[in-house]
């Protein structure tokens, strides 16, 4: 299974960009790379997933680097509702499974 | 996105006694669903993968006597925590994903007390 590892926490200034990185160097070709973000005492929120290339959506922005052994989760302009455990994903090669690391908590301040 | 709901939310019970913890997918069919637990301030463990139609597939140190799980129809799978005992207070998840559709999603939670 392609595990991935995350720094424990994260704190950014309220306003600016936040910056999650993770590590997956053992996936392999046709796996991708999902982020979820888990709020307290609630189920986790799917963010953004990708392949090989970068993706953008209304929430965050995922880079991916060229070798797919590492990823950056962006959120462009973090606000104090963003504090959350953020998750980085890689799919159990072939299975449905997505298994959950110990991920980034990420604090938010004002 | 999706949406998937579990109910009840929270539930509190003698120790002895079964729960039921219902996961339904609300605009969406899936063939698969998935169940997670989540003890405080850990990360979500998987517990199980329901399978409309077919036995639950169950990981490693999970007791399918103890964590029943049926999966009926495409938008319904249960998990039943049988003889519960205070040590099966956790916060259960699930999770499912439409046909073909790679991205999953969480339902809210539930929150089991055992006394």
């Known amino acids: 299974d392609a595990k991935t590892t995350q720094p424990p926490s994260m704190d950014c200034a309220e306003g600016r960009a936040a910056n999650l990185p993770c590590n997956h160097s053992?996936?392999?070709?046709?796996?991708?790379v999902y982020w979820y973000r888990q709020i307290h005492s609630q189920g986790p929120q799917y963010i953004i997933h990708?392949?090989?290339n970068n993706e953008t959506n209304e929430m965050a922005s995922l880079i991916i680097t060229e070798d797919r052994k590492s990823s950056t989760l962006i959120l462009p302009h973090a606000t104090l509702r963003d504090t959350a455990v953020y998750y980085c994903?890689?799919?159990?090669?072939?299975?449905?499974?997505?298994?959950f690391g110990t991920g980034t908590r990420l604090q938010v301040f004002p | 996105g999706a949406v998937v709901s579990q109910h009840p939310s929270r539930v509190i019970c003698k120790s002895g006694t079964s729960v039921k913890i219902e996961c339904r997918s609300l605009?969406?069919?899936?063939?698969?669903m998935f169940w997670y637990r989540q003890f405080p301030k850990k990360s979500l463990m998987l517990m199980a993968t329901?399978?409309?139609?077919?036995?639950?597939?169950?990981e490693q140190g999970v007791e399918k006597d103890k964590f029943l799980i049926n999966h009926a129809s495409l938008t319904l799978s249960t998990l039943t925590v049988t003889s519960a005992h205070p040590e099966d207070s956790s916060f259960y998840i699930c999770?499912?994903?439409?046909?073909?559709?790679?991205?999953?999603?969480f339902g809210p939670g539930t929150r089991l007390t055992v006394l």
């Open positions: 990708g392949l090989k």
């Open positions: 605009d969406f069919q899936a063939t698969t």
């Open positions: 999770s499912a994903s439409a046909l073909k559709r790679t991205v999953k999603f």
């Open positions: 053992t996936i392999s070709g046709n796996e991708y």
């Open positions: 329901s399978n409309e139609g077919s036995k639950a597939t169950y």
């Open positions: 994903i890689v799919r159990v090669a072939g299975t449905d499974k997505l298994i």
